[in-house]
């Protein structure tokens, strides 16, 4: 194919369409070798060859587009790096190593990223400033020959206005007339950072003078699917583009992997275009053989009409003492499991019931409270608190487990992750949780900030799940990681997570074999729908001795379920499930099918597992006591 078949210019084919976009550029340079530390606009110097493969084996996959490699190459992005001077040259060698590798068979757009400065409530000045790097980096690009600009992956709506005015500014320079497609990033509630609507900011970005409006990144094609439908029926008069992530990413082996598979992007691919998406690409975690999908998808229309940071090891810290190897001369001995809380007691010896009841976005912590004190008039005997999940801006949920155990008189269980905090930040947490009363803990990893409303926010990962484990069972020897007396061990109960679906299934029954040699001393599974599966897990980890509380979601919908199963890592929800979702419909009949469900999951398993832990979609805490009536008093079936 050579580009002229598509008909003059950039524009006048996006009109037309469809077009096929390119997908991920960073998560295809890692996948080849390159660490995620690495300035990846450097290598259009460095390394032009590897970029230029990357740009090959999209065009050879079916992109019609391809972005040039130069999405961070804004001084405020290449300052990090000490390469703030070099704008020009990367932007301009970008532009000639996509030109080359596309040889006339695909449009070049210059890719621009978000500054990388942070943007919330900013100030004029602040705005302007940004203005200015993203306007050396538009010229930068235009004056290198660019068939478009690209202002992508956007959070902040004042950013993204500036980043429009700078690209439009950039051709008008130029004496040129040269489109601009602008596409923003959304959270699963397909909003702004700020709240906007996807159907407002398309209109917004319209109205900014973007020639191509759409979204890129967020969660998945799912999600930017109904934010595309929202775009056009807002009345947006322009072409659509989307550009989804292969799904959320999960870590194996301290790598970045996304879960939506290539079979299932073109079938989204297939959605987006016929509810009038006319330029469908992929985001991150996206492959050349998701782009040859959704080519397909493309001439499928066509001919009808015709007719997808890394965390480092655990380190730090040596495994759990042994008479062999102590912890440290000034260890003291731990106290027992069963003394330390209510939880720790109440294990073995009676039906654990936990439900996950979130922190605020923003000040009022009523609802959360209010939930609390309506799950414990029900049976419940703990809450579950999160350390923002999915990388969502909320309230500390330290705080917030504070609050209830104080206002509601219920123990809490507080997640602990290793996204935000380093290893002094986590020390300092788990002292503060221990002096506020706090005796609970189930340890993760967390969910990397590009899933979350602040993709620019930096991961710490200083520790991970292990690494934390390790950290809160010194403290509760009496030691902190130098192994320096604390003047008494604190006495933590510490849970730690499991998937029995997960794809890596051997490597996750490894860990979790780690997890316990760190100090586990219960674990919190991810949700399941399959007794099968569970019975599995369970068999295959009866030598760790490790009480368990099985993870339930109540499905919400069918939309729900293939989100979770196509989307969600560590999710795998049966067929028949499915189909049971489908055949149900939308609203309250879809969620009494989705409790009943998971209490027949319970049902099958209860007598194998220590409790269940529940966790309520959309935060329908109702649901959760329909799902556990009858089993919250039980006591555990030896």
């Known amino acids: 194919m050579n580009i002229s078949s598509l008909g003059g210019s950039f524009i006048d084919a996006a009109r037309r369409g469809p077009l096929v976009l390119d997908g991920a550029m960073g998560t295809q340079l890692y996948e080849r070798g390159i660490l995620y530390s690495?300035?990846?606009?450097?290598?259009?110097?460095?390394?032009?060859?590897?970029?230029?493969?990357?740009?090959?084996?999209?065009?050879?996959?079916?992109?019609?587009?391809?972005?040039?490699?130069?999405?961070?190459?804004?001084?405020?992005?290449?300052?990090?790096?000490?390469?703030?001077?070099?704008?020009?040259?990367?932007?301009?060698?970008?532009?000639?190593?996509?030109?080359?590798?596309?040889?006339?068979?695909?449009?070049?757009?210059?890719?621009?990223?978000?500054?990388?400065?942070?943007?919330?409530?900013?100030?004029?000045?602040?705005?302007?400033?940004?203005?200015?790097?993203?306007?050396?980096?538009?010229?930068?690009?235009?004056?290198?020959?660019?068939?478009?600009?690209?202002?992508?992956?956007?959070?902040?709506?004042?950013?993204?206005?500036?980043?429009?005015?700078?690209?439009?500014?950039?051709?008008?320079?130029?004496?040129?007339?040269?489109?601009?497609?602008a596409m923003a990033s959304l959270d699963e509630n397909r909003r702004m950072a700020d709240g906007t609507s996807a159907g407002d900011i398309a209109l917004r970005m319209v109205g900014w003078g973007a020639s191509v409006v759409g979204a890129n990144c967020s969660d998945g094609p799912m999600t930017l699917l109904e934010a595309a439908?929202?775009?056009?029926?807002?009345?947006?008069?322009?072409?659509?583009?989307?550009?989804?992530?292969?799904?959320?990413?999960?870590?194996?082996?301290?790598?970045?992997?996304?879960?939506?598979?290539p079979e299932y992007f073109g079938v989204y691919a297939r959605r987006m275009l016929k509810?009038?998406?006319?330029?469908?690409?992929?985001?991150?975690?996206?492959?050349?053989?998701?782009?040859r999908r959704i080519a397909s998808a493309v001439r499928m229309m066509q001919t009808r009409s015709d007719a997808s940071d890394s965390v480092p090891p655990s380190g730090f810290f040596p495994d759990v003492?042994?008479?062999?190897?102590?912890?440290?001369?000034?260890?003291?001995?731990?106290?027992?499991?069963?003394?330390?809380?209510?939880?720790?007691?109440n294990i073995g010896r009676k039906f654990i019931v936990s439900v996950e009841v979130n922190p605020p976005i923003g000040l009022d912590t009523s609802r959360a409270i209010a939930a609390a004190k309506m799950l414990k008039s029900g049976g419940v005997n703990v809450i579950n608190i999160a350390d923002g999940a999915r990388a969502q801006a909320r309230m500390s949920n330290l705080v917030m487990a504070a609050r209830i155990e104080r206002e509601v008189g219920i123990e809490t269980i507080l997640h602990v992750c290793g996204r935000d905090r380093n290893l002094l930040g986590t020390l300092?947490?788990?002292?503060?949780?221990?002096?506020?009363?706090?005796?609970?803990?189930?340890?993760?990893?967390?969910?990397?900030?590009?899933?979350?409303?602040?993709?620019?926010?930096?991961?710490?990962?200083?520790?991970?799940?292990?690494?934390?484990?390790?950290?809160?069972?010194?403290?509760?020897?009496?030691?902190?990681?130098?192994?320096?007396p604390l003047g008494g061990g604190t006495k933590f109960v510490l849970a730690t997570g499991a998937e029995p679906a997960s794809l890596n299934y051997d490597r996750e029954i490894a860990r979790l074999q780690e997890k316990k040699n760190a100090g586990a001393e219960l674990v919190m599974t991810q949700p399941v729908y399959d007794p099968q599966v569970l019975v599995r897990f369970?068999?295959?980890?009866?030598?760790?001795?490790?009480?368990?509380?099985?993870?339930?979601?109540?499905?919400?919908?069918?939309?729900?379920?293939?989100?979770?199963?196509?989307?969600?890592?560590?999710?795998?929800?049966?067929?028949?499930v499915r189909e049971r979702m489908r055949k149900a419909g939308s609203g309250?009949?879809?969620?009494?099918?989705?409790?009943?469900?998971?209490?027949?999951?319970?049902?099958?398993?209860?007598?194998?597992?220590?409790?269940?832990?529940?966790?309520?979609?959309?935060?329908r805490y109702e649901l959760a006591l329909e799902v556990v009536d009858g089993f919250a008093s039980r006591p555990v079936v030896d």
């Open 321 to 345: 003492a042994t008479d062999q190897h102590p912890i440290s001369a000034h260890a003291v001995t731990p106290v027992p499991v069963k003394e330390r809380s209510q939880l720790g007691a």
């Open 229 to 261: 439908r929202e775009m056009i029926a807002a009345g947006v008069n322009v072409p659509i583009a989307a550009a989804p992530n292969a799904g959320l990413p999960r870590r194996v082996d301290e790598r970045l992997v996304y879960v939506s598979t």
């Open 428 to 484: 300092a947490h788990l002292l503060g949780a221990h002096d506020l009363g706090l005796r609970n803990l189930v340890v993760i990893t967390g969910d990397p900030p590009k899933m979350g409303d602040f993709p620019d926010a930096t991961p710490v990962y200083d520790l991970d799940s292990i690494g934390i484990l390790k950290l809160a069972t010194r403290l509760n020897h009496g030691v902190d990681p130098a192994g320096k």
């Open 275 to 291: 509810v009038g998406v006319t330029l469908v690409g992929g985001c991150c975690g996206t492959t050349p053989e998701h782009v």
């Open 38 to 181: 690495a300035c990846f606009e450097e290598l259009n110097i460095s390394r032009p060859a590897v970029v230029t493969r990357v740009h090959e084996d999209y065009v050879r996959a079916g992109a019609q587009i391809i972005e040039t490699n130069t999405f961070g190459a804004n001084a405020l992005r290449l300052e990090k790096h000490g390469l703030a001077s070099r704008v020009v040259e990367f932007n301009r060698a970008g532009v000639a190593l996509a030109r080359s590798a596309a040889d006339g068979r695909a449009f070049v757009v210059g890719a621009i990223g978000p500054s990388g400065y942070f943007l919330g409530e900013a100030s004029a000045e602040e705005l302007a400033q940004v203005k200015r790097v993203l306007l050396e980096q538009a010229r930068s690009l235009v004056d290198a020959g660019v068939d478009a600009l690209f202002v992508e992956t956007m959070r902040q709506s004042n950013e993204l206005q500036v980043a429009i005015e700078a690209a439009l500014e950039a051709a008008a320079l130029a004496g040129l007339s040269m489109p601009v497609v």
């Open 538 to 576: 369970l068999k295959d980890i009866e030598s760790l001795n490790l009480p368990i509380l099985l993870g339930l979601l109540p499905l919400a919908s069918f939309r729900n379920a293939e989100f979770l199963h196509n989307e969600v890592p560590g999710m795998r929800i049966p067929d028949s």
């Open 588 to 619: 309250e009949a879809a969620r009494q099918e989705g409790v009943k469900i998971a209490r027949e999951m319970l049902s099958a398993v209860h007598d194998k597992v220590a409790g269940v832990y529940v966790m309520p979609p959309l935060e």
